[in-house]
């Protein structure tokens, strides 16, 4: 079967995106493609592998995003780099006056933050990026590359954050500037000076869920379109970007194309976060440990419905709402997209990274709830399914559950305990999830116990 590929020329590059996963290319990319104007290329870069730019390259950067039966092909993505072997580029292009609009996905991990959300410069690799290697974390590119464009005198260029942190714009620019510090000083006083006039971080939210892209997709997708597309991502119908107005330079149109600008994203960020990701990762563990296979199938069951809707209704009065929205209207919602049987998103792929995810999604909402005088019972239950998730390995049937997490060697003493309060106490000592607050709450850390004994002697029903 012949293979897609770009018809006539791709667009001029205008942004750089760092983390060209299948997140960014059926979300950034599809909203860029529908911008009528040939200037907003996006150059893609790969953070970990090649695998997406040998992909997408012998395709010109065209692929497709299958959604429901449907294939719509993107012709956004203008041009492929390998980061891990293409950095000397990836800087020019930061560099580069015509690209004035840096946006990032590289996931939470990929920030390499300490547990109070500062730049962890213990951290081997942003250290060799310190020391001056041609860098590979997500911060020492920007500044790296920042430094560049500083030094070419090619103008302002706004950094937009992607991923699913809180106050994401915030969260980056406050790690740009802990790089700088950590520079010798008349160096980072320079990048860092030049940046704070040059530079803006506005935070967004995101939304669409886009599961791993399998076989079966691509077999779908080229019985459709009777090409073969080895770029191809899936995606639900739905999809939201809102965006805080805080551009220094060119951006493309975005707002033509449904992008919600505002001047505070917190209040939908905060909703996100906690109503659609929290409920999400407590499906993905309690529906792992029952031996469920996707998030579909979870929330299908009548009794992690239960628990997903009551998830629903502890966080949602820590919830401050953004004007017009209808909370138990999102929630219903969220539960709706959750149940599209097309979308076969496995609860594996949202369990991943619990450490990097629990403390936004679940834990601050929690620590409101207890703050206001009450112990949230499902959302609870969501941390406490992560901790049986961790320490048990295994689902009802005795099959693995991969612990995928980059702070796994802090995870590993619990793999296996069976003794619940002896889980509870050693994970609520992990610093970067929970803070010291949370973990002097006796009745939170009994009401965690409990849940835990439960799930831990194999009792799945809450
Ligand atoms: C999911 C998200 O994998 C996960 O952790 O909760 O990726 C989710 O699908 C998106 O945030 C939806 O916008």
Not at 101 to 125: H, I, N, Q
Not at 274 to 281: A, Q, T, Y
Not at 331 to 336: P, Y
Request: charged letters at 20%; glycine letters at 10%.
């Amino acid at each position: 079967m012949r293979r897609l590929r770009r018809q006539g020329p791709a667009p001029a590059v205008g942004v750089v995106h760092l983390g060209l996963g299948a997140f960014a290319r059926a979300h950034l990319a599809v909203y860029t493609d529908e911008v009528d104007a040939t200037g907003w290329g996006i150059c893609g870069v790969t953070q970990r592998s090649a695998t997406v730019r040998d992909q997408l390259a012998p395709q010109g950067g065209v692929y497709g995003v299958l959604t429901g039966g449907h294939v719509r092909i993107v012709g956004a993505v203008a041009r492929v780099l390998d980061g891990s072997t293409q950095v000397a580029a990836v800087l020019d292009l930061l560099a580069d006056p015509r690209v004035t609009v840096a946006t990032l996905t590289v996931t939470e991990k990929g920030y390499r933050r300490t547990a109070s959300g500062g730049l962890d410069t213990a951290d081997p690799d942003v250290r060799a990026d310190l020391a001056g290697r041609p860098p590979v974390t997500v911060v020492g590119r920007l500044v790296r590359g920042l430094q560049r464009r500083a030094a070419a005198d090619a103008g302002p260029l706004t950094v937009v954050c992607c991923d699913n942190l809180p106050a994401n714009g915030a969260a980056v620019e406050r790690l740009v500037g802990d790089f700088c510090a950590a520079l010798p000083s008349a160096e980072g006083d320079a990048v860092g000076s030049w940046i704070a006039t040059h530079v803006t971080f506005p935070s967004s939210m995101v939304d669409r869920i886009v599961p791993a892209t399998t076989d079966a997709d691509r077999a779908e997708a080229a019985a459709l379109t009777g090409v073969r597309d080895e770029g191809l991502v899936v995606a639900e119908p739905f999809s939201q970007w809102v965006l805080e107005d805080r551009f220094a330079a060119p951006r493309p149109p975005w707002e033509r194309t449904g992008v919600q600008l505002t001047d505070d994203v917190t209040p939908y960020e905060v909703m996100k976060l906690r109503l659609l990701n929290g409920v999400h990762s407590t499906l993905a563990y309690l529906g792992a440990l029952r031996g469920h296979r996707t998030i579909a199938d979870a929330v299908a069951d009548p009794a992690l419905r239960t628990v997903a809707e009551g998830v629903l209704a502890d966080l949602a009065p820590t919830v401050p709402p953004p004007s017009g929205v209808d909370l138990s209207v999102y929630g219903e919602t969220v539960l709706a997209r959750f149940a599209d049987p097309g979308l076969r998103h496995t609860c594996v792929q949202v369990a991943m990274d619990g450490t990097q995810k629990l403390p936004q999604r679940l834990v601050s909402g929690v620590a409101d709830a207890l703050a206001a005088g009450r112990v949230p019972r499902y959302a609870t239950l969501g941390v406490a399914a992560w901790m049986a998730y961790v320490a048990l390995g295994r689902d009802a049937a005795g099959r693995e559950l991969p612990l995928d997490d980059p702070r796994a060697a802090d995870l590993a003493s619990v793999r296996g305990r069976t003794d619940a309060a002896a889980v509870v106490d050693a994970l609520l000592r992990l610093d970067a999830v929970f803070g010291p607050g949370l973990r002097d709450d006796v009745r939170w850390r009994d009401a965690l116990v409990e849940d835990v004994k439960s799930l831990l002697s194999g009792s799945t029903t809450p």
